[in-house]
């Protein structure tokens, strides 16, 4: 827990000129308390079947699927400027869901195969892999479904095996944002048992069920698909201290990184949490978040260049290590150029 900050009593105007170490760009440096560089940056990425084919995602501009070919090389220039981790997630046609979501575990499975390439392509980036059976499952729901409930036991059965496969295949983080309860702790004693004392777990500890999560589905095809809403699993957005009770489980279990979902809305969360636990603390700036931005510049109406830096600073100064953001190229660009 951080103390709170000792507050003295500044002598007043016009003694104290706030304004004074505003006068100069050197002074605004030496005094910033934050900072944002590249090493902030996760960049999520979508992969498709198939070879050198790229497909624009309609909701999400400047965000494509990738064929792994193309992935490869895309990863290896986001590498080139200095972007340390990359979130995968895979686009399956309809032939890969069924109601067991056993597609999941398969070891050559899309999401496998591309995790190898890009391992190979550039084995200094960091692979975070998505743990959850949406893209797998008929009705799009992150777990298995039995009389219209998610099943959560059952679930977590099933996630163990998935992240197994995903750590076999050389991916470096899996990141359950299945919202089911005691996955973390599953998932780290199977993966301590097969050898993976190594691979981490990050943990999607407070994802709330979300509006802002729609182009995603967009992306990777499973809105059309999914019945209902997440209400079950994911959290309510009127919530906090049940957010500090999710990541307190997570830990307990085993997570080496807590992540809040969506951003912006939830930056008191994101601060929260920093203050509570002290430990790696990651947002996701989500796809409904990044499609806003590119909407309003599109119009002329915002600045995306400059929106997006702030947005980000914003995460820094609510307290996150890490952002994933699909703006993480274009950040990172903007950052070299200074
Ligand atoms: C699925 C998953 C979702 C996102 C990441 N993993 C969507 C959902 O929970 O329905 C959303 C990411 C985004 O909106 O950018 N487990």
Aim: hydrophobic share 45%; with cysteine.
């Amino acid at each position: 827990m951080v103390p709170a900050m000792p507050i003295s009593l500044p002598a007043a105007f016009p003694r104290t000129r706030l304004r004074r170490n505003r006068a100069d760009a050197w002074t605004r440096r030496l005094v910033a308390e934050n900072t944002l560089t590249v090493d902030d940056l996760i960049w999520p990425v979508f992969v498709i079947e198939g070879e050198n084919r790229r497909e624009p995602v309609a909701s999400m501009p400047g965000v494509e699927r990738l064929t792994i070919d193309l992935l490869c090389e895309a990863v290896a220039s986001a590498a080139s400027l200095g972007i340390p981790c990359i979130a995968l997630f895979p686009v399956v046609g309809s032939d890969a869901k069924s109601e067991d979501a056993a597609e999941s575990y398969n070891p050559e499975n899309l999401m496998n195969r591309a995790i190898r390439a890009v391992k190979a392509a550039a084995p200094e980036v960091g692979i975070l892999g998505d743990v959850a059976l949406d893209p797998y499952t008929i009705h799009g729901h992150d777990g298995l479904m039995r009389d219209g409930y998610i099943q959560n036991d059952e679930t977590v059965e099933v996630l163990v095996r998935q992240a197994l496969s995903q750590a076999e295949a050389g991916c470096d983080i899996v990141a359950p944002s299945d919202m089911m309860d005691g996955r973390i702790g599953a998932i780290r004693d199977a993966l301590d048992k097969d050898g993976y004392q190594l691979t981490r777990v990050c943990s999607y500890a407070a994802k709330y069920a979300s509006a802002f999560y729609g182009p995603f589905r967009d992306a990777v095809n499973s809105g059309g698909f999914l019945k209902g809403d997440k209400t079950t699993y994911q959290m309510n957005p009127a919530n906090s201290d049940e957010a500090l009770r999710e990541v307190a489980c997570d830990l307990q279990e085993g997570a080496d990184m807590v992540m809040v979902k969506p951003g912006l809305p939830y930056l008191d969360i994101i601060r929260r949490v920093k203050d509570q636990f002290a430990v790696p603390t990651f947002a996701y700036h989500v796809s409904g978040e990044y499609a806003m931005l590119r909407a309003a510049s599109a119009n002329g109406w915002l600045n995306y260049d400059k929106t997006l830096l702030e947005t980000l600073m914003g995460f820094k100064r609510a307290g996150c290590d890490a952002i994933l953001t699909y703006g993480a190229v274009d950040a990172a660009t903007l950052l070299q150029r200074g």
